[in-house]
C-alpha cells in the first residue's frame, strides 16, 4: 500500500461489449481527460499560431511538449523560474511530455547511444552533451507536465538486426528503473514506461510483462509508425493492449491518422498524439472523413462550401474553401485556420467514437466510418484483418 | 454612409462620426480612428474568431488591392462583397490601391493605366477595370484609382503628369460610380496627388470639389513610395497634413495612408486628419516589437514606448507587455513567454503582439 495520493486515476466508464474500446476519465493534476483522447503537439510551447483559449474551445483536454526542444528554449532555468509550463504558456489544462529521445535520434544523426544515456552534440553550441534518463526526467520535472515519458533506447521501426532490438528493448527496461528513481514529483507527475521490441512479437511481450511489473499509473505504446508496412504494425499494438491491464491508460505514440485511430481505438487504445493534424496545415491541407484536402488546388477557386460541411469549427462556421485557397500560401491567418478546423477534426472524431463506445453503437460506427472512407469498399487489408481480430466484420 | 463632425478642437484636430453603414446600420464609428490593416481581405496574423476576442464592435478594414486582388474571381462567385467572403462580414471595408508601408516599385506608366504590383507581378489597371473590382468587391468605402505612389522629392514634371492623370481617372471612376446599382451603399473617396506642388495641388482638390455631391472623403497620397517613413525628416510632411488638411472641405472625411509614427499620426490629427491604415502596428508585429503607450496624459510618458521583445533582457521577464492593458496578450501571457514565441519563430507570436 502507497500512502502517497496518486497523480492519475484512471476510471474505465464504459466498455464496448465487441471490441476492446472502451471510455475512461483519466484524473489527473490539471485536469480529468475524457479517452479515448488525441493529443495535439505543441512543439515549442505554443500550438501553430492558436491561442490557448481556442485550443479549450476546440476541447482539447490534455496537449503535448517536446523536451528537447523546451529544454533548449526556453530553457530549464525560464520555465522553472516561470513555475512551469502551465504558467509560462497559459495553458490550464493538462500537458504531456517526451522524453526528449526520440527528438534527439530523429534529428540528430550523430547520436549515439550508450548504456548511461544518448550522446549528442547540441545544434545550438556543437558542444557534447549526454541526456540520460535521470537528466530526462530532471527537466520534465521542471517542465511540470501531468505526464511525463521514461527515456527509452530508440531504433527506426523497420531496423531488422535482432540483437540491437533485444539490447534496445531491455535497456529500455533499466532505464524505466532509473527514470523511476529520478523522479522527484512522484505525486504531481506520472512516469509512464515505453514499450519496446519494435516488431519483434517476442521481445515486444517481454517488454510489456516487465513494464506490468512496475508501480505506474499508465503505459505507452512506442517503436511503432516509424514507416512500418500497417499489417506488421496493428498485431504489435494488439499484442501490448492484450498485456497491459485494463485499469491503466494506453498511450499509442505517435499515431493520429482518422483510419488509424478508429482501428487502433477498437484495439483498445486511449490515448493518441501526432504532428500531422498541424504539420498539413502548414501545407495548405485540411483534414476531411475521407482524407484531406489540399486547399492550394485551383479546383477550390469558386468552391463556396467550407472545409466540411457538417463541421461547426470557427473555420468552417465562417470561411469557404474558396477563400482558404486565395490566401493559402501568402497568409499565415490561413495556416492558423486550417490548424483549428484540423484539430478540431481530430477532437470531433474522439468525440463521435466516445459517445458510440457510450451508446453501444461503436462497432456500426465502425463500419459506416470505413464505408465512408472507403466507398468502393476498397478496403486495406490491415483494417480489414485488425478489426476482424476484436469481431467488426467489414465485408 | 455619412461623416458628420461631432466636435471641433481649438486648432484644427476634430471628432467625427461615420454612420449608415447599410448592412450595419446602428453601427457608429468614431474618428479619428486606425483601421485594421489587411493581406489577402484578412486582419494580419489574426483570424476573425481572435479579431472577436480584441474588439467587439465593427472596425475599418484597410485593404490595399495590390494584396487583395487574388479574391476577385472567389467574390464574384459569392456575390456577397469582400468582407463576407474574407470571413469578416461585420467589419467595414475601405478599399485602397497600394500598400504604403512596402516600397512600391516606381512606375511605368501606359495611357490611362495604373501599375499594380500584386504578389503575382505588374497588373496594369485601367479605370473601368478598377471600377469594375468595386463592383464585384462591394466595400463600404473605396479610394478612387490614383497616380499617387511617388516620393515626397519628386520632379515637378511628374508631380505634374501625376495630377492630369489621378484627375482624368477620378472623372472616370465618378462617371461610373453615378451609373453602378452595385455601388450605391459604398462611398467614393477622392485621392488628393501633388502636394508638393501649390498650382497643381490645386487643381487636383479643384477637381475633388468638382464632383462633391458624389465624394464623402478625401485620401492624401503622392508623398510616398512606401519608402521607411518612420525615419524621415517630419517637418516636410507636417506642412503638407496642415496644407491640404486646410484646403479641404470640413464635412469630408480625411484618410491618410502610410506607416507613420504615434508623433507623426498625432501631428496628422491635429491637423484634422481622421482615418490611418494600421500598417504601423503591423510593421513593429512583424519586426518582433511591442507598442507600449498607455494613452494616459496625467502621467509623463518616460518610458520607452517600443520595446524590442526579442531583446535578451525579457528571458525572465514575468510581467505583461503594458500593466493595466485590457488586451487579451497583457491579459494572459508574459513578456519572457513572447520572447520564446519569437525566438523559436513561432506564429503565435505574431498573433499575440498584433493584439
Ligand atoms: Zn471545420
Ligand atoms: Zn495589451
Given at each position: 500500500?502507497k500512502n502517497?495520493p496518486k497523480?492519475?486515476?484512471f476510471?474505465?466508464q464504459?466498455?464496448?461489449l465487441?471490441?476492446?474500446?472502451?471510455?475512461g476519465?483519466?484524473?489527473l493534476?490539471?485536469?480529468?481527460?475524457k479517452?479515448?483522447?488525441?493529443m495535439?503537439v505543441g512543439?515549442?510551447?505554443?500550438?501553430?499560431?492558436?491561442l490557448p483559449?481556442?485550443?479549450?474551445?476546440?476541447?482539447?483536454?490534455?496537449?503535448?511538449?517536446?523536451?528537447?526542444?523546451?529544454g533548449?528554449?526556453?530553457?530549464v532555468?525560464?520555465?522553472k523560474?516561470?513555475g512551469?509550463l502551465h504558467?509560462?504558456?497559459g495553458w490550464n489544462?493538462?500537458?504531456l511530455?517526451d522524453s526528449?529521445?526520440?527528438?534527439?535520434v530523429s534529428l540528430?544523426?550523430?547520436?549515439?547511444?550508450?548504456?548511461e544515456?544518448?550522446?549528442?552534440?547540441?545544434?545550438?553550441?556543437?558542444s557534447e552533451?549526454?541526456?540520460?534518463p535521470?537528466?530526462?526526467?530532471?527537466?520534465?520535472?521542471c517542465?511540470?507536465?501531468d505526464?511525463?515519458m521514461q527515456?527509452?533506447?530508440?531504433?527506426?521501426t523497420?531496423f531488422?538486426d535482432?540483437?540491437?532490438i533485444?539490447?534496445?528493448t531491455?535497456?529500455?527496461s533499466r532505464?524505466?528503473d532509473?527514470?523511476?528513481?529520478?523522479h522527484?514529483?512522484?505525486?504531481e507527475?506520472n512516469?509512464?514506461?515505453i514499450v519496446?521490441?519494435?516488431?519483434?512479437?517476442?521481445?515486444?511481450?517481454?517488454?510489456?510483462?516487465?513494464?506490468?511489473?512496475k508501480?505506474?499509473n499508465g503505459?505507452?505504446?512506442?517503436g511503432?509508425s516509424?514507416?512500418e508496412a500497417?499489417?506488421?504494425?496493428w498485431p504489435m499494438?494488439?499484442l501490448s493492449t492484450?498485456i497491459l491491464?485494463?485499469?491503466?491508460?494506453r498511450?499509442l505514440?505517435?499515431v493520429g491518422?482518422?483510419v488509424?485511430?478508429?482501428v487502433?481505438?477498437?484495439?483498445g487504445v486511449?490515448?493518441?498524439d501526432c504532428v500531422?493534424?498541424?504539420?498539413?496545415?502548414?501545407f495548405?491541407c485540411?483534414l476531411?472523413n475521407?482524407?484531406?484536402?489540399?486547399?492550394?488546388q485551383?479546383i477550390?477557386?469558386?468552391?463556396?462550401?467550407?472545409?466540411?460541411?457538417?463541421?461547426?469549427c470557427?473555420?468552417?462556421?465562417r470561411?469557404?474553401?474558396?477563400?482558404l485557397?486565395?490566401i493559402?500560401s501568402?497568409?499565415?491567418v490561413?495556416c492558423h485556420l486550417?490548424s483549428?478546423?484540423n484539430?478540431?477534426?481530430?477532437m470531433?472524431l474522439?468525440?463521435t467514437m466516445?459517445?458510440?463506445i457510450?451508446?453501444?453503437?461503436f462497432?456500426e460506427?465502425?463500419k459506416?466510418f470505413?464505408n465512408e472512407?472507403y466507398?468502393?469498399?476498397?478496403?486495406?487489408s490491415w483494417?480489414?484483418n485488425?478489426?476482424?481480430s476484436v469481431?467488426?466484420?467489414?465485408? | 454612409?455619412r461623416?458628420?463632425v461631432?466636435?471641433?478642437?481649438?486648432g484644427?484636430e476634430?471628432?467625427?462620426n461615420?454612420?449608415g453603414?447599410?448592412?450595419c446600420?446602428?453601427?457608429?464609428?468614431e474618428?479619428?480612428?486606425?483601421?485594421l490593416?489587411t493581406?489577402?481581405?484578412?486582419?494580419?496574423?489574426?483570424?476573425?474568431?481572435?479579431?472577436?476576442r480584441v474588439?467587439t464592435?465593427?472596425?475599418?478594414?484597410?485593404?490595399p488591392l495590390?494584396n487583395s486582388?487574388?479574391?476577385?474571381?472567389g467574390?464574384?462567385?459569392?456575390n456577397?462583397g469582400v468582407?463576407?467572403?474574407?470571413?469578416?462580414p461585420?467589419?467595414?471595408?475601405c478599399?485602397?490601391?497600394?500598400?504604403f508601408?512596402?516600397?512600391?516599385?516606381p512606375?511605368?506608366f501606359?495611357p490611362g493605366k495604373i501599375?499594380l504590383?500584386?504578389k503575382h507581378g505588374?497588373?496594369?489597371t485601367?479605370?473601368d477595370?478598377?471600377?469594375?473590382i468595386?463592383?464585384?468587391?462591394?466595400?463600404?468605402?473605396?479610394?478612387?484609382?490614383?497616380d499617387?505612389c511617388?516620393?515626397?522629392?519628386?520632379?515637378?514634371?511628374?508631380?505634374?503628369?501625376?495630377?492630369?492623370?489621378?484627375c482624368k481617372?477620378?472623372?472616370?471612376?465618378?462617371d461610373r460610380?453615378?451609373?453602378?446599382k452595385?455601388l450605391?451603399?459604398?462611398?467614393?473617396?477622392g485621392?488628393?496627388v501633388?502636394a508638393q506642388n501649390q498650382k497643381?495641388?490645386d487643381?487636383?482638390?479643384?477637381?475633388i470639389?468638382?464632383?462633391?455631391d458624389?465624394i464623402?472623403?478625401v485620401?492624401?497620397?503622392g508623398i510616398?513610395?512606401?519608402t521607411?517613413?518612420l525615419?524621415?525628416?517630419?517637418?516636410?510632411y507636417?506642412?503638407i497634413?496642415k496644407?491640404i488638411?486646410g484646403?479641404?472641405?470640413?464635412e469630408l472625411?480625411?484618410?491618410?495612408?502610410?506607416c507613420w509614427?504615434?508623433a507623426m499620426t498625432?501631428?496628422?490629427i491635429?491637423h484634422?486628419?481622421d482615418?490611418?491604415?494600421?500598417?504601423?502596428?503591423?510593421k513593429?508585429?512583424n519586426?518582433?516589437i511591442a507598442l507600449k503607450?498607455s494613452f494616459?496624459?496625467t502621467?509623463?510618458n518616460?518610458t520607452?514606448?517600443?520595446?524590442d521583445m526579442?531583446?535578451?533582457?525579457?528571458?525572465e521577464?514575468?510581467?505583461p507587455i503594458?500593466e493595466g492593458?485590457e488586451?487579451?496578450?497583457?491579459k494572459?501571457?508574459t513578456?519572457?513567454y513572447?520572447r520564446?514565441?519569437?525566438?523559436?519563430?513561432?506564429m503565435l507570436?505574431s498573433?499575440?503582439?498584433?493584439?
Amino acid at each position: 500500500m502507497k500512502n502517497t495520493p496518486k497523480a492519475l486515476s484512471f476510471t474505465v466508464q464504459s466498455q464496448c461489449l465487441k471490441t476492446r474500446a472502451r471510455t475512461g476519465l483519466m484524473k489527473l493534476p490539471h485536469y480529468t481527460v475524457k479517452t479515448p483522447v488525441f493529443m495535439p503537439v505543441g512543439t515549442q510551447g505554443t500550438m501553430k499560431g492558436i491561442l490557448p483559449d481556442q485550443l479549450e474551445e476546440i476541447d482539447c483536454e490534455i496537449i503535448l511538449g517536446n523536451t528537447y526542444h523546451l529544454g533548449n528554449r526556453p530553457g530549464v532555468d525560464v520555465l522553472k523560474k516561470a513555475g512551469g509550463l502551465h504558467k509560462f504558456m497559459g495553458w490550464n489544462r493538462a500537458l504531456l511530455t517526451d522524453s526528449g529521445g526520440f527528438q534527439m535520434v530523429s534529428l540528430l544523426k550523430l547520436a549515439e547511444i550508450t548504456e548511461e544515456g544518448v550522446k549528442f552534440r547540441s545544434p545550438y553550441d556543437n558542444s557534447e552533451i549526454m541526456l540520460t534518463p535521470e537528466k530526462s526526467i530532471e527537466i520534465q520535472n521542471c517542465i511540470g507536465a501531468d505526464i511525463i515519458m521514461q527515456l527509452d533506447d530508440v531504433v527506426q521501426t523497420t531496423f531488422q538486426d535482432y540483437d540491437r532490438i533485444k539490447e534496445a528493448t531491455e535497456r529500455t527496461s533499466r532505464w524505466l528503473d532509473r527514470c523511476i528513481s529520478a523522479h522527484q514529483r512522484p505525486t504531481e507527475q506520472n512516469i509512464f514506461p515505453i514499450v519496446q521490441g519494435l516488431l519483434n512479437a517476442d521481445l515486444r511481450k517481454q517488454s510489456a510483462e516487465e513494464h506490468m511489473t512496475k508501480d505506474v499509473n499508465g503505459f505507452a505504446i512506442g517503436g511503432l509508425s516509424g514507416g512500418e508496412a500497417k499489417d506488421d504494425f496493428w498485431p504489435m499494438v494488439s499484442l501490448s493492449t492484450g498485456i497491459l491491464d485494463n485499469n491503466r491508460p494506453r498511450y499509442l505514440m505517435g499515431v493520429g491518422l482518422a483510419v488509424d485511430l478508429v482501428v487502433c481505438v477498437a484495439l483498445g487504445v486511449d490515448m493518441f498524439d501526432c504532428v500531422f493534424p498541424t504539420r498539413t496545415a502548414r501545407f495548405g491541407c485540411a483534414l476531411i472523413n475521407k482524407g484531406q484536402l489540399n486547399l492550394k488546388q485551383k479546383i477550390y477557386e469558386s468552391d463556396l462550401n467550407p472545409i466540411d460541411t457538417d463541421c461547426l469549427c470557427e473555420t468552417c462556421k465562417r470561411y469557404t474553401r474558396a477563400y482558404l485557397h486565395c490566401i493559402v500560401s501568402s497568409e499565415t491567418v490561413a495556416c492558423h485556420l486550417i490548424s483549428v478546423h484540423n484539430i478540431y477534426f481530430q477532437m470531433r472524431l474522439m468525440r463521435t467514437m466516445r459517445e458510440n463506445i457510450e451508446k453501444g453503437t461503436f462497432p456500426e460506427f465502425v463500419k459506416q466510418f470505413m464505408n465512408e472512407v472507403y466507398p468502393q469498399k476498397t478496403f486495406p487489408s490491415w483494417v480489414v484483418n485488425s478489426l476482424s481480430s476484436v469481431g467488426i466484420s467489414l465485408e | 454612409m455619412r461623416f458628420i463632425v461631432t466636435k471641433a478642437g481649438y486648432g484644427s484636430e476634430r471628432i467625427g462620426n461615420l454612420t449608415g453603414f447599410v448592412k450595419c446600420p446602428n453601427v457608429v464609428i468614431e474618428t479619428p480612428t486606425s483601421g485594421l490593416f489587411t493581406q489577402g481581405g484578412s486582419i494580419v496574423h489574426l483570424t476573425a474568431d481572435v479579431l472577436a476576442r480584441v474588439f467587439t464592435n465593427p472596425q475599418i478594414l484597410v485593404m490595399p488591392l495590390t494584396n487583395s486582388i487574388q479574391l476577385e474571381t472567389g467574390v464574384k462567385a459569392q456575390n456577397e462583397g469582400v468582407t463576407k467572403f474574407a470571413g469578416l462580414p461585420e467589419h467595414v471595408a475601405c478599399v485602397t490601391v497600394n500598400n504604403f508601408s512596402e516600397i512600391v516599385p516606381p512606375g511605368h506608366f501606359e495611357p490611362g493605366k495604373i501599375p499594380l504590383w500584386t504578389k503575382h507581378g505588374k497588373r496594369m489597371t485601367t479605370a473601368d477595370k478598377y471600377m469594375d473590382i468595386m463592383e464585384i468587391f462591394r466595400p463600404d468605402m473605396f479610394l478612387a484609382i490614383a497616380d499617387g505612389c511617388m516620393s515626397v522629392n519628386e520632379t515637378p514634371k511628374r508631380l505634374s503628369k501625376a495630377v492630369d492623370r489621378t484627375c482624368k481617372l477620378l472623372n472616370t471612376c465618378v462617371d461610373r460610380y453615378k451609373a453602378s446599382k452595385e455601388l450605391k451603399n459604398s462611398a467614393l473617396v477622392g485621392v488628393v496627388v501633388g502636394a508638393q506642388n501649390q498650382k497643381k495641388c490645386d487643381e487636383c482638390i479643384e477637381n475633388i470639389l468638382k464632383h462633391v455631391d458624389c465624394i464623402s472623403g478625401v485620401a492624401l497620397e503622392g508623398i510616398t513610395d512606401g519608402t521607411d517613413l518612420l525615419k524621415e525628416d517630419t517637418n516636410q510632411y507636417c506642412d503638407i497634413f496642415k496644407k491640404i488638411g486646410g484646403a479641404l472641405p470640413k464635412e469630408l472625411f480625411r484618410i491618410l495612408e502610410g506607416c507613420w509614427n504615434p508623433a507623426m499620426t498625432l501631428s496628422a490629427i491635429e491637423h484634422g486628419w481622421d482615418i490611418f491604415d494600421g500598417t504601423y502596428a503591423v510593421k513593429l508585429t512583424n519586426m518582433g516589437i511591442a507598442l507600449k503607450l498607455s494613452f494616459d496624459v496625467t502621467k509623463e510618458n518616460e518610458t520607452p514606448y517600443l520595446l524590442d521583445m526579442v531583446d535578451e533582457r525579457y528571458k525572465e521577464d514575468f510581467s505583461p507587455i503594458l500593466e493595466g492593458c485590457e488586451c487579451l496578450t497583457c491579459k494572459k501571457h508574459t513578456r519572457a513567454y513572447i520572447r520564446h514565441l519569437l525566438n523559436t519563430r513561432e506564429m503565435l507570436a505574431s498573433v499575440l503582439l498584433s493584439m
